[in-house]
């Protein structure tokens, strides 16, 4: 059911579209789209844009202030746990906290959502250090996996957020930093993923927290070593004021913020060498969390009670 007084998505797109002299192709153009994509948009066949999807076509048409929060509650009208700001204007900062988390292309709405990439290959291996890891997840809302480039970090992070995606209601977000050379791009490297705008004049961590505030969220933050100090103050920052959020890190050291939970990945030359029975049986049914599996440290580096 759309919303009373919001005129449907692709009406609207069709209004703008015309009103400012663009054919269906020279929209598909400017917003790097296809053409048939804008046709399905216009006559319906299409009722559920992506976010990127919305953002393109709004820049691409030019919108600013009530225009573009008529056309995003549009957009989204039909999405049955977000409810739509009434204006832009009224609502101010707390825009991005209406907006629905990114959902995967062909996954379908409730289900739980991610953009974790595809794994080829089996992970038995390292079967016993994921039921450790699981369990510092769980007794801490800040994981770190440390260890030396290349002993397997990220696809032991990668793993287990596969097995935890039940746990998080609002998805779990993969925010890699290997490309990230500015520290000050952090935020922005996870807004983007999460698909959060920036704010004019306001700094964006806060739009971030305003956004992740209510939801049950995992973040994975993959390669922190090289903007280790700006991840820190944002992961910090974010785990503060946002109580639904835990962040799984990956990092050649750990990051110092308080509550955190460190555990350090052998490389992987030590796990091949041990005998595959035994990580076998470590991924079956006798596997046991080690109650000293994390090493807690940070600001009050006591361990934490189970939450």
Request: net charge positive.
């Amino acid at each position: 059911m759309v919303e009373e007084g919001i005129p449907a998505f692709g009406e609207l797109l069709r209004r703008h579209r015309l009103a400012t002299n663009l054919t269906q192709e020279d929209l598909a153009v400017r917003a790097g789209l296809s053409a048939p994509a804008i046709t399905k948009l216009e006559t319906g066949e299409r009722q559920r844009p992506h976010p990127p999807t919305v953002r393109a076509l709004a820049t691409a048409l030019g919108l600013a202030g009530e225009e573009h929060a008529t056309f995003v509650r549009a957009a989204y009208a039909r999405e049955p746990f977000v409810p739509a700001p009434t204006s832009l204007v009224a609502i101010g900062t707390s825009i991005t906290s209406e907006l629905p988390l990114p959902r995967p292309e062909g996954r379908p709405a409730g289900s739980h959502a991610h953009n974790l990439p595809a794994q080829l290959t089996s992970f038995v291996e390292r079967a016993g250090e994921m039921v450790n890891v699981r369990q510092c997840l769980c007794e801490s809302r800040l994981v770190t996996i440390t260890g030396s480039g290349g002993s397997g970090k990220t696809r032991l992070a990668l793993e287990l957020s596969r097995e935890v995606l039940d746990d998080y209601s609002d998805g779990v977000w993969l925010i890699e930093l290997a490309p990230v050379t500015d520290p000050s791009l952090v935020p922005v490297t996870i807004a983007t993923v999460l698909q959060v705008r920036e704010i004019q004049g306001r700094p964006l961590l806060d739009t971030l927290i305003d956004y992740l505030r209510n939801r049950a969220v995992l973040l994975v933050v993959d390669n922190c070593e090289h903007v280790i100090d700006a991840c820190a103050r944002a992961i910090d920052t974010l785990l503060q004021a946002c109580p639904g959020l835990r962040i799984l890190a990956t990092s050649r050291e750990r990051l110092g913020v308080a509550g955190e939970a460190t555990w350090r990945v052998p490389s992987l030359s030590t796990v091949e060498s041990r005998t595959g029975r035994r990580a076998r049986i470590l991924y079956g049914r006798f596997a046991r969390p080690r109650r000293d599996a994390c090493l807690w440290t940070g600001r009050g580096s006591s361990r934490p009670r189970s939450r």
